[in-house]
């Protein structure tokens, strides 16, 4: 059941899953247009806890790229990445040293205020604007709070169905 | 709680009351009473125009590095007009509609084009 051919299977089930949540996922109003709340990290959440190691940053990156082949590569795409990537690396670092001492909800929190962080100054440093640091309360306070939405739903999902998920449902 | 998730939340903490200090104290120099004086436009980084506001009814025609967007002013109110949508690929900054006081800031970013108030409670703070 741990051959990499099956957890390449599962990651990109989420992967799926992820695209279609971003895809119905509007984006922000008002700050600058194209930056979101970033709800289809809840599919690397769960899968970074049912998978392990490597699935976040796998899944956000094959399924900002899936994104992007639908909707052209444009500032809303090139944006998802950016903070996508950066929330999926730090949610993986702090899974991959600190797996005992923290919990899915903080995690989620930290990827989601990263998440939006990130997007918030690449838009700041591709635009020379240092005004836009207006935006910077209402943007993460979004992001945490996207993180806490995410945080629980995944750890009750993970709950749930964290075994059929990773299939150690199978192996008992 | 574990200790880990402690530290994660003191971490978010402190971004979050940064944040908002900073946003507060740029109020605060920039004068939240301040009027908005006119609406800038860039082309390129450099200043392309600024109109003062409140402007009647009409329409001004930006040459950006995709096509040309129409910007319509109304008072306060400023949107580019979507009547031409093949001026701008991903069209983000049409269907944006309106925006009608800072830090309200249309960006578009084929054409290179952000457009944002001057004068305003936040924006004077920080550019002059
Ligand atoms: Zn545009």
Redesign the interface.
């Known amino acids: 059941m741990d051959s990499p051919t099956n957890k390449m299977v599962r990651i990109c089930i989420l992967t799926v899953l992820g695209v279609v949540l971003n895809l119905i996922e509007p984006p922000l109003p008002?700050p600058?247009?194209?930056i979101k709340l970033g709800l289809a990290n809840l599919m690397s959440v769960i899968g970074l806890y049912s998978l392990g190691t490597y699935s976040a940053i796998w899944i956000t990156i094959l399924r900002t790229i899936t994104v992007n082949l639908f909707l052209?590569f444009?500032?809303?795409g090139f944006l998802s990445l950016g903070g996508g990537v950066v929330s999926a690396l730090i949610m993986e670092a702090?899974y991959y040293f600190?797996k005992?001492?923290?919990?899915v909800?903080?995690?989620s929190?930290?990827g989601g205020?990263m998440h939006n962080?990130t997007q918030w100054l690449m838009v700041v440093i591709?635009?020379?604007?240092?005004?836009?640091?207006?935006?910077?309360?209402f943007l993460?306070?979004s992001g945490?709070l996207a993180g806490v939405f995410i945080g629980t739903t995944g750890a009750y999902t993970l709950r749930r169905l964290g075994g059929f998920i990773s299939g150690k449902d199978l192996q008992s | 709680m574990k200790r880990g998730d402690l530290l994660i939340y003191l971490f978010i903490i402190f971004m979050l009351l940064s944040s908002f200090l900073i946003y507060f104290f740029l109020n605060r120099i920039g004068g939240a009473n301040q009027r908005i004086k006119s609406v800038v436009v860039e082309y390129k980084r450099q200043v392309f125009t600024e109109i003062p506001l409140p402007s009647e009814k009409r329409t001004v025609e930006l040459k950006g590095s995709w096509g040309v967007l129409i910007l319509n002013l109304d008072g306060y109110k400023i949107r580019v007009n979507p009547a031409s949508p093949h001026y701008c690929p991903d069209k983000i900054c049409m269907n944006q509609g309106w925006i009608s006081e800072p830090p309200q800031t249309i960006v578009c970013l084929p054409n290179r084009i952000i457009i944002y108030y001057r004068g305003g409670a936040q924006i004077d703070g920080l550019t002059h």
Request: aromatic fraction near 12%.
């Open positions: 008002a600058v247009p194209g052209g444009d500032l809303r702090v600190y005992r001492e923290t919990g909800v903080a995690v929190m930290l205020l962080f591709l635009l020379q604007q240092p005004y836009l640091v207006v935006y910077l309360p993460l306070l945490v």
